[in-house]
């Protein structure tokens, strides 16, 4: 019995127009710097128009990319709310896979965007087992107090009583043809811009370290601590930090040049360094793992994997010689990819967008 389970950072999945660029420059989109909007009515009639048409060609490529996955179940993120959801699946998905994804759950979460994480999964897998929902609960609301992981490192950003999850560990149990499988999805926080000389990423580390130590110790708690190792879980999500990544030196008219670099500190130790769970993506080639592509100019970009499915021992070593498979035909034609990696792009990616997603989707068929 083969479950096929995927993550997807679907990048902004919303019904809402956010018209703050009007006042926020940052928060404008670039082809309206190009024109001379003087109120704030003809600027609001403008970007709706921009937003809808865009929209249209982004969520066909979404839709490409989570079918190319074949995913019984996929976690999602960045999805503004069930009726954003459940448009996108009838609109869009819909017409790609037909009625697959009949079951969605999405609980509000902690973002101040309002976004949220959400799963969509199929009736039964692609080999007729029957997929059940036992439960579905949410962590949103626990606070740094609540499990004593509040630190002087946090203090420069956070409270004691501050909830941990910047939005949220959205833990589902399930059965798979009779057998369990506990799934916890999150999105960590995301590396901010840095402060006081220091980069976003490390910046922001503490708030993902003590998201990672709250996913752990609520794995722990269902389980045992210390018994968790035979159990079938998986950590599913984008985790906004890596332990590796790949240095993308050159530009495009002189070529690319790759340079691999790995045993980097992350918030994502609290799951490896003592085998708490696998990093499945770890056996595909060093080059081969990345989810994302990251540029501010040619002087600072790389090529990082952001999303994961972390394994428990268990499962881990029943799928020992399985690899998890990644969806690059949606990454916009601006993304440099290693030597031999190329894929044919959907129709209509553009050079920045439309694109799929700014992430890359990921699925592993699992045996349970």
Not at 178 to 184: C, F, S, V
Not at 264 to 274: E, G, N, P
Request: aromatic share 8%; glycine share 8%; net charge negative.
């Amino acid at each position: 019995m083969a479950l096929r389970l995927g993550s997807f950072n679907i990048e902004n999945l919303m019904t809402r127009f956010d018209f703050t660029g009007f006042r926020n420059q940052l928060r404008k989109d670039r082809v309206l710097h190009l024109f001379d909007v003087r109120n704030q009515q003809d600027y609001e009639r403008l970007e709706a128009a921009r937003v809808v048409a865009s929209t249209d060609d982004t969520r066909q490529l979404s839709a490409l990319a989570i079918a190319d996955t074949a995913a019984d179940i996929l976690c999602l993120q960045e999805v503004d709310s069930m009726e954003a959801l459940k448009a996108f699946e009838y609109g869009y998905l819909f017409r790609m896979v037909g009625s697959g994804y009949r079951h969605k759950y999405l609980v509000e979460g902690n973002d101040s965007r309002g976004i949220d994480v959400g799963v969509m999964m199929r009736d039964e897998t692609h080999d007729g087992e029957k997929i059940e929902i036992v439960d579905i609960r949410s962590h949103a609301a626990l606070t740094y107090d609540d499990l004593e992981l509040f630190t002087p490192q946090l203090a420069a950003t956070a409270k004691p009583d501050d909830r941990i999850f910047k939005r949220d560990c959205l833990e589902l149990e399930l059965k798979i043809g009779g057998r369990p499988l506990a799934l916890y999805v999150v999105h960590l926080k995301s590396m901010s811009n840095g402060r006081d000389g220091v980069d976003g990423r490390s910046y922001s580390m503490p708030v993902r370290e003590a998201e990672t130590k709250a996913i752990r110790h609520i794995i722990e708690a269902r389980f045992g601590k210390g018994e968790t190792a035979d159990k079938n879980f998986v950590i599913c999500g984008d985790m906004n930090d890596y332990q590796e990544r790949i240095d993308v030196i050159g530009e495009r008219r002189q070529g690319y040049r790759f340079a691999h670099s790995g045993k980097l500190q992350s918030a994502l130790d609290v799951f490896s360094a003592d085998g708490f769970a696998e990093n499945v993506m770890l056996r595909r080639e060093p080059l081969d793992r990345w989810t994302l592509y990251h540029a501010r100019g040619p002087e600072e970009q790389h090529l990082c994997q952001l999303d994961y499915l972390w394994l428990s021992p268990a499962l881990a070593r029943r799928n020992a010689g399985k690899t998890p498979d990644i969806i690059r035909s949606g990454q916009p034609f601006r993304t440099p990819f290693p030597p031999g990696q190329d894929v044919e792009r959907y129709p209509r990616i553009g050079w920045d967008r439309p694109k799929a997603s700014d992430h890359c989707p990921i699925v592993m068929e699992l045996d349970l």
